[in-house]
């Protein structure tokens, strides 16, 4: 807010209001709310999509970061279905959340890496996450393999959630006007992983290993954390063509190379350098 009153919108806080009807319209349409629900919703901002949230569910906790927006919000909806808790979103506990919860958020773009792995993280809690984000990263987290988009995040969100783009944003639709374009995206926890790896953190670990040298044959790759005569040996045993690159290799051949690794050294043969 400036002297007179009026207010500014911070580029800090990812600040871009949506204000084009049809798009709150597709985004309440494709959430599927249901009265007796209770949505979260991440940075309000002005309220665009909380009324629609507020009359389709029974209960809407929207959290606000900006001082300003989270005293008008609080106004504008007291003695209503929805409360407006002024904090920031990353120190917010979830433990109280009611179980079985809708997430949306037209998410702040500089934050959305830890949202997503915030949320990921209690996963269990909630039956759908939906987002808009920057197209461009919205296609990285939904990209499969053989693409370039793919990557070590799009491997880490999918272990643990369906993911799918339901629509494109065109940057008009915001005010103030991002560079970029923007869509909607749905994640959708999975119980369990379609292949679980016997350890997470080594899975990770593989992974960003090789897609932090993706031009590089997979064998080559590897051998930053492998001890290179065993990262043939290893992609050997698993079944997996030495001569692919990190984004021809799907997660389910990742969680194959890491459930091996898992058991090579279980069994005393040493696979990694440290
Ligand atoms: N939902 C509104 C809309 O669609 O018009 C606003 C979206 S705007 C892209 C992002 C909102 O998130 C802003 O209101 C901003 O103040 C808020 N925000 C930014 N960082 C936040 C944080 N760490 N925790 C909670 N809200 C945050």
């Known amino acids: 807010m400036n002297k007179r009153g009026q207010f500014f919108p911070k580029r800090s806080l990812g600040q871009n209001f949506l204000i084009n009807p049809n798009i709150v319209e597709r985004i309440i349409a494709s959430c599927d709310l249901k009265p007796t629900g209770t949505v979260l919703e991440i940075g309000p901002g002005k309220g665009a999509l909380t009324h629609s949230f507020s009359e389709c569910s029974q209960k809407v906790i929207a959290v606000e970061k900006d001082d300003h927006l989270a005293a008008q919000l609080s106004e504008t909806f007291k003695n209503t279905n929805v409360s407006i808790i002024h904090a920031d979103i990353l120190k917010y506990s979830f433990d109280e959340l009611p179980d079985n919860i809708k ?59 369906d993911t799918k783009i339901l629509f494109k944003i065109k940057n008009s639709s915001f005010q103030p006007v991002p560079k970029v374009q923007s869509c909607f995206l749905k994640l959708e926890p999975l119980k369990s992983p379609r292949h679980k790896a016997q350890d997470e953190k080594c899975l990770f670990r593989i992974i960003r290993s090789c897609f932090g040298q993706r031009r590089k044959m997979i064998e080559n790759a590897l051998s930053t954390i492998v001890h290179k005569e065993k990262a043939r040996e290893l992609l050997k045993i698993s079944d997996i063509d030495p001569k692919l690159r990190a984004e021809n290799i799907s997660l389910e051949k990742y969680v194959r190379i890491s459930n091996m690794a898992v058991k090579e050294e279980a069994d005393g043969r040493k696979i990694f350098i440290n």
């Open 103 to 161: 997430i949306i958020g037209n998410l702040p773009y500089n934050i959305a890496t830890p949202i997503i792995e915030k949320v990921l993280d209690c996963r269990e809690k909630f039956r759908a996450f939906y987002m808009t984000v920057q197209l461009e990263y919205g296609q990285r987290i939904n990209a499969r393999p053989n693409s370039k988009s793919y990557g070590s995040f799009s491997c880490f969100v999918q272990y643990y959630a």
